[in-house]
């Protein structure tokens, strides 16, 4: 079991992560599905790729009402070594396992590699999952662009695929008929409740914003301050007015990660900037509340400085709550583990819309994540690939 758990520090661990290296369809992410596509094909599960840039590793033929398990390889930029590729390392393991037991599936098998989870090249978190389920639209998904100008369209014909099939997968969806995904633990739940392994309650209500802020791009020395119109000041107050307002309403997370100035010259005030706000909290009204408290005061502090602002949600997910059936039977599969409510968004929570859809947790002692700190001990990542194996097999008996 170890031999993966090594592979997924190979995985994991890939150098180039800082950047935009390890997001969908780019070369860092297209040799991670080369490395995932050896390790299934080497386990005699058939892979293939969707029309959507997902993977899908069949162990035997695939066919309605199937049991897939899987994750995602892409990453954030400086991001961990277990946030996506525990779930699918642990997937190749649990087949080694299940075959180890002497087990066959019984029904249609799959594991499969969702495309571009992180949104970290195209902007939209669980891209991949989105398109098959059908929930972002394909014309609007083809022209998202990257950071460098390239557009989906673009960046999956470079990857061989037909931009013109992007979008709802009813083959796909119509085969699939539980989902299971295995994926480190964002937070310290598991580590409170003394438990290895746990299954996911819900997923908070979570959505993106780009803010751009308009202004007069000048010269740093020559421009007296009184006649400036500078984008970033708006800009830095909206940073502050996410904190603000993400604590007043329980529960409630905002966030911002991304400040990128424009033209972004030490010595030259810029002409725009864009600010991408990330907000989370239980339900949509309290999401809905925090956001339209910040975008109140970023529209009056880019008054306040001679400066427009446009807003654009890039995406939304009101909460999920994972089937409770499914999640019971996991639980109980596993004589007993804890239920818990992640912050984090997942694959998982998309197909919970069109499928029953369970988590599993494995326990991160840190309980820090998107950081190079994210961790899961060795023992605990065995102890996930044993559960994993477990449901699989009373799932697919
Ligand atoms: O942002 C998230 O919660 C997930 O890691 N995509
Ligand atoms: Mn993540
Ligand atoms: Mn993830
Ligand atoms: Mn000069």
């Known amino acids: 079991m170890t031999g993966s758990l090594d592979a997924l520090a190979g995985v994991g661990a890939d150098p180039r992560r800082g950047g935009y290296s390890r997001h969908g369809f780019d070369r860092a992410d297209l040799e991670l599905r080369e490395w995932f596509t050896e390790q299934a094909t080497r386990r005699g599960l058939d892979v293939h790729t969707d029309r959507n840039g997902n993977l899908w590793a069949w162990w035997g033929a695939p066919g309605p009402d199937a049991v897939v398990t899987g994750s995602h390889l892409d990453s954030v930029p400086g991001g961990g070594a277990f946030d996506g590729p525990l779930g699918v390392v642990s ?15 019984g029904r249609p098998f ?6 571009e989870e992180e949104g970290g090249r195209f902007g939209v978190p669980c891209l991949g999952s989105r398109l098959l389920a059908g929930t972002i639209d394909p014309d609007a998904a083809r022209r998202l662009t990257d950071p460098d100008g390239v557009t989906l369209a673009e960046a999956v014909a470079a990857a061989g695929l037909d931009p013109a099939r ?21 937070g310290k739940g598991l580590v409170d409740l003394a438990a290895p392994v746990g299954v996911a309650s ?27 119109r500078d984008p970033m000041l708006p800009a830095a107050a909206l940073v502050g007015a996410a904190r603000r307002a993400a604590r007043a309403v329980d529960g409630a997370r905002a966030t ?27 339900d949509t009204p309290r999401a809905r509340a925090v956001v339209d408290e910040i975008t109140a005061l970023a529209t009056t502090a880019a008054a306040d400085e001679g400066c427009e602002v446009t807003v654009t949600e890039e995406s939304y997910g009101d909460t999920v709550y994972f089937d409770p059936a499914l999640r019971d039977r996991l639980a109980g599969a596993l004589g007993g583990v804890p239920a818990l409510p992640t912050g984090a968004g997942h694959d998982a929570g998309i197909l919970a819309g ?44």
Do not use: K, Y
């Open 91 to 105: 997937a190749l393991e649990a087949v080694d396992l299940m075959r180890a037991n002497g087990f066959t599936p």
């Open 110 to 115: 799959a594991v499969v590699v969702f495309a």
């Open 166 to 186: 992007l979008g709802r997968d009813e083959q796909a969806l119509g085969r699939l008929g539980r989902f299971v995904e295995l994926h480190v633990e964002q």
């Open 202 to 228: 819900s997923i908070l209500a979570h959505g993106r914003w780009r803010f751009r802020f308009t202004g007069e791009g000048n010269h740093a020395g020559a421009t007296p301050i009184g006649d400036r």
């Open 256 to 282: 911002v990660g991304r400040l990128v100035p424009n033209p972004g010259g030490s010595n030259v005030i810029a002409s725009t900037v864009d600010v991408w706000l990330d907000a989370r909290a239980a």
């Open 354 to 397: 069109a499928v029953p859809t369970a988590m599993l947790f494995v326990r991160n002692p840190t309980g820090v994540s998107h950081a190079p700190a994210e961790h899961a001990e060795p023992r605990d990542c065995a102890a996930g690939v044993t559960a994993l194996a477990t449901v699989l097999t009373d799932l697919t008996a």
